[in-house]
């Protein structure tokens, strides 16, 4: 399964962006996908995650009530809409998606290649 990160930009202090994340492959269904960010120096953490089925997230404190995950099951995307954003918001984000492979037969975790989020103060 290949996961390919898009929407990143350079933003303001105070403005928004929404992220995507398309997977494709062949058959494959996916549990759960996470969103991870990580700043210059830093270790990779995640901000927030969704179970596909359910539509259940969860956020980190350094988010809730900024950052919205949500699913398009029908498009295989998830996206990160991200508001009130701020400059340690700054980073490398990162979607990761957990699942099994049909035509495999087995369990996958995959990463897309990340895409680049930049807050000016």
């Known amino acids: 399964v290949q996961l390919q990160a898009s929407g990143g930009g350079l933003v303001q202090t105070g403005g928004s962006l929404t992220l995507s994340c398309v997977a494709s492959g062949s058959t494959f269904n996916i549990y759960t996908v996470g969103w991870h960010h990580q700043a210059q120096g830093k270790e990779r953490g995640v901000v927030a995650d969704i179970e596909l089925g359910s539509g259940h997230t969860n956020y980190a404190d350094s988010v809730k009530g900024r950052f919205t995950i949500s699913r398009d099951n029908a498009k295989n995307t998830v996206y990160l809409k991200m508001n009130s954003l701020k400059p340690e918001d700054t980073g490398v984000y990162y979607c990761?998606?957990?699942?099994?492979?049909?035509?495999?037969?087995?369990?996958?975790?995959?990463w897309g290649q990340g895409t680049l989020v930049t807050v000016s103060s």
């Open positions: 990761n998606a957990g699942g099994y492979s049909i035509s495999s037969r087995s369990a996958f975790n995959s």
